[in-house]
């Protein structure tokens, strides 16, 4: 598949590292292996209401496969972490008790014995619900045996839709079975199945979510659904036109909370290699598709439209949606956040306006705020990107050249065969998502 290729590429550096890790870790036993990883650390996060504790495992299993890293585009979590996780891979594979107990013992090191509670604690791998990653051993550790003081009003973990089916969900229920309320996130990202997978290399469909939200209500967990504001290579209307339905979407199939996740930069995404590879071209730059140092982040003034515009197709949405931190201290890889014309004190203001909304509930304030950004005076700046970014046509023209110039990028001269197996559906083909609302 032609956007697997693109990643794979860009991961191989941290394949290499990965690979190099795990053959010799098997040189070791066990006993050795179990030694050299009880010292470390779990990623600790702790925010008002809830704490992001994110366990120390061998890595996720989606990005794993097949043998060569690749995953899911927009996503790195793990690029500073694989040579601990290709060797706690070895660990795994020898003996998956042991390896739970040192996963625990990060968590002890991290957190201390007994941890006090907030009222949410998000405790998850990549997919708790894989046992490549999880397996039971791990779920006795840290879900039936007891690691808090008091138990978290609610429990989180993270998984694929994919990997929500009766039978995992039955043997994770007798590991959570005294936690009345748990929640089970996942990611959805964007409600059209050809974004997700055939450009943000996701391999899950439409049918595969609904199926997991009904799963987990059957099974009395609550759904969460993360969805992404910002979608690498698209212009800012697109961005917005592909997140406000998006929302609407994942809301009319009973997802229980919608988390909006603000697309950053990472080194290893898809963002990050357009940033790196593409952020001088001269053709993109004509069409505003990268911005110099601005390429692969949207415009906090996009953000903010986008919340508006969500308000007002639907202004009981954010019951149950709300934004996560735009932070660069947000999770466990360095990355870089939106801003708009210039970073500083203000951009700044404005997320730190976005940031409290999921505090005070004031979205009724987003058309208010709408109103002040279009005073600021780098919204001329922005309104001459989205003049420029019109050039740019329908979604369609819009993926074909960001799609020719990673094939260029990658496929060096055989990149007209790695470009020709990027196809693109006929709905993409109408003019829209450029369009100033």
């Not at 009395?220 to 697109?238: D, Y």
Request: aromatic share 10%; net charge negative.
């Amino acid at each position: 598949m032609f956007i697997d290729q693109i990643i794979t590429e860009i991961w191989k550096p941290v394949t290499k590292q990965y690979k190099e890790a795990y053959e010799a870790a098997k040189k070791l036993s066990a006993e050795e292996l179990y030694e050299r990883h009880i010292a470390s650390e779990m990623k600790y996060f702790p925010y008002i209401g809830v704490n992001m504790n994110y366990i120390d495992t061998c890595g996720c299993p989606y990005r794993m496969a097949g043998g060569q890293l690749s995953g899911c585009s927009m996503c790195d979590y793990q690029s500073e972490l694989a040579k601990r996780q290709g060797s706690l891979l070895a660990l795994r594979e020898m003996s998956p008790a042991l390896y739970a107990k040192a996963v625990k013992q990060g968590f002890i090191n991290s957190r201390g014995e007994n941890a006090k509670s907030n009222v949410i604690e998000n405790v998850s791998g990549y997919d708790s619900l894989d046992h490549s990653e999880v397996p039971e051993e791990l779920c006795e550790e840290l879900f039936r045996e007891d690691i808090f003081e008091d138990a978290p009003f609610i429990y989180n973990v993270e998984a694929r839709a994919s990997t929500v089916t009766e039978e995992r969900l039955k043997s994770f229920k007798k590991s959570v079975a005294n936690r009345k309320r748990v929640s089970i996130d996942f990611g959805v990202e964007v409600s059209d199945e050809w974004i997700r997978n055939e450009w943000l290399n996701k391999s899950v469909t439409n049918a595969q979510i609904q199926d997991a939200v009904e799963l987990l209500h059957k099974n009395k967990f609550k759904a969460v659904g993360n969805v992404l504001f910002g979608v690498p290579g698209l212009t800012e209307e697109q961005m917005i036109e592909v997140f406000v339905n998006s929302v609407l979407w994942m809301d009319s199939i009973g997802i229980d909370k919608i988390v909006i996740h603000v697309l950053n930069r990472k080194q290893y995404t898809l963002q990050g290699y357009i940033y790196q590879k593409l952020r001088n071209d001269e053709e993109l730059l004509e069409k505003g598709l990268v911005q110099g140092e601005h390429t692969g982040l949207p415009w906090v003034f996009s953000v903010i439209r986008g919340l508006e515009k969500l308000y007002r197709k639907k202004s009981d949405i954010f019951k149950k949606a709300v934004v996560t931190r735009v932070d660069v201290n947000f999770n466990s890889i360095s990355n870089k956040i939106c801003y708009n014309e210039a970073e500083g004190e203000e951009s700044n203001k404005y997320i730190d306006y976005i940031n409290g909304l999921a505090l005070n509930n004031k979205y009724d304030t987003l058309k208010e705020m709408v109103e002040t950004i279009k005073q600021d005076t780098a919204y001329k700046a922005y309104e001459a990107l989205l003049e420029k970014q019109k050039k740019c046509g329908s979604f369609a023209d819009t993926f074909k050249l960001m799609g020719k110039k990673l094939a260029q990028c990658v496929g060096g001269d055989n990149w007209e065969t790695l470009y020709s197996e990027f196809e693109i559906p006929e709905k993409f083909m109408q003019e829209r998502g450029n369009k100033n609302e």
